[in-house]
Every structure is written in structure tokens, then in C-alpha cells.
């Protein structure tokens, strides 16, 4: 069984800072990309920030400049540092990983439970 549980969620005013962190446990092999995605009241769920297992990553471009995605393999944790968050930031985040139980089984995506983040004005 695979969880990924995340933290960091809360409310903030515009201009201000949160981190979130998704930790990924039980039986893992190997995790390819990590990310977060977010998802608003009548919109759907976007691609915030992906990382892959070597580092890279993208982001959408309305968070480039104001969002930092960074990972911890050894943790098998990821982070997003929110900066300068806008009350357009607001949103539903959803941790995301593609990962595989063993050798051999193919990869597999995996979602955390989702963590509120409200901006105001």
C-alpha cells in the first residue's frame, strides 16, 4: 500500500509565503516524477510543478518566479515553496507521484489526499 501525505496548507495574505510537503511511504520502489497540482472551485485540476528523479523540473507559467519545486529522494518527500501568492493562487493542491512497488511492474500514478490554500486580498 502507497500514501502520499501532505502538510503545509493554510491561509495566507496575498503577497505572503507557504511551503507544502507530500511524503510518499510504504512498499516503494522507485519513484520517477513528483509534483503538484492544483485545483479550483469550477475549473479543472492543473499542473502546478513536476520534478523528476534526476532534478528537472517545469512549472506552468502564471507560478514561474513565485514557486520553487524541490525533492528529497531519500525522504521520498516534495516540497513546494509558494512565494508571493496571489488570491488566483487559491486552490485545492494535490500531491502526485508516479511510482512502481517492484522490479519489473510498471510505474503507476499516485495522489495525496489534497491540502487547502487560500489567499486573500
Known amino acids: 500500500q502507497v500514501q502520499l501525505v501532505e502538510s503545509g496548507g493554510g491561509l495566507v495574505q496575498a503577497g505572503g509565503s507557504l511551503r507544502l510537503s507530500c511524503a510518499a511511504s510504504?512498499?516503494?520502489?522507485?519513484?520517477?516524477?513528483m509534483g503538484w497540482y492544483r485545483q479550483a472551485p469550477g475549473k479543472q485540476r492543473e499542473l502546478v510543478a513536476g520534478?523528476?528523479?534526476?532534478?528537472?523540473?517545469n512549472y506552468v507559467d502564471s507560478v514561474k518566479g513565485r514557486f520553487t519545486i524541490s525533492r528529497d529522494n531519500a525522504k521520498n518527500t516534495v516540497y513546494l515553496q509558494m512565494n508571493s501568492l496571489k488570491p488566483e493562487d487559491t486552490a485545492v493542491y494535490y500531491c502526485?507521484?508516479?511510482?512502481?512497488?517492484?522490479?519489473?511492474?510498471?510505474?503507476?500514478?499516485?495522489w495525496g489526499q489534497g491540502t487547502q490554500v487560500t489567499v486573500s486580498s
Open positions: 510504504g512498499s516503494i520502489f522507485s519513484i520517477n516524477t
Open positions: 502526485n507521484a508516479v511510482l512502481t512497488q517492484r522490479l519489473g511492474v510498471p510505474f503507476t500514478r499516485y
Open positions: 520534478v523528476t528523479s534526476g532534478g528537472s523540473t
